[in-house]
């Protein structure tokens, strides 16, 4: 099994920063690719930007230009760093890890971004 633990929400102000960090741990898995969702009240899971094993990067036209997704696959590291935030970016993030080769995906558990307009 893998765990995934992410950390750095919180509460900021409109056009203020925040950033995410996600660990993996437990069994070796090779990993394809690591990324973020989040889900605000009421609506769907929302993919955010995901990184894969070849280092290239997705995010989501909401985000393009504002938010930068990092990390270390080999390490298992991935962050989020979120820019010029708005109220609508309020939700709950997740770390996703897809298993390389397999449909296996694992999911944290959350953190809340809550932005103040």
């Known amino acids: 099994q893998v765990q995934l633990v992410e950390s750095g929400g919180g509460l900021v102000q409109a056009g203020g920063s925040l950033r995410l960090s996600c660990a993996a741990s437990?069994?070796?898995?090779?990993?394809?690719?690591m990324g973020w969702y989040r889900q605000a009240p009421g609506k769907q899971r929302e993919p955010v930007a995901s990184i894969s094993l070849s280092g290239s990067t997705n995010y989501a036209d909401s985000v393009k230009g504002r938010f930068t997704i990092s990390g270390d696959i080999i390490k298992r590291i991935v962050n989020l760093q979120m820019n010029s935030l708005k109220p609508e970016d309020t939700a709950v993030y997740y770390c996703?890890?897809?298993?390389?080769?397999?449909?296996?995906?694992?999911w944290g558990q959350g953190t809340q971004v809550t932005v103040s307009s």
């Open positions: 437990g069994s070796p898995v090779t990993i394809g690719a």
């Open positions: 996703k890890l897809d298993r390389y080769g397999t449909r296996d995906t694992y």
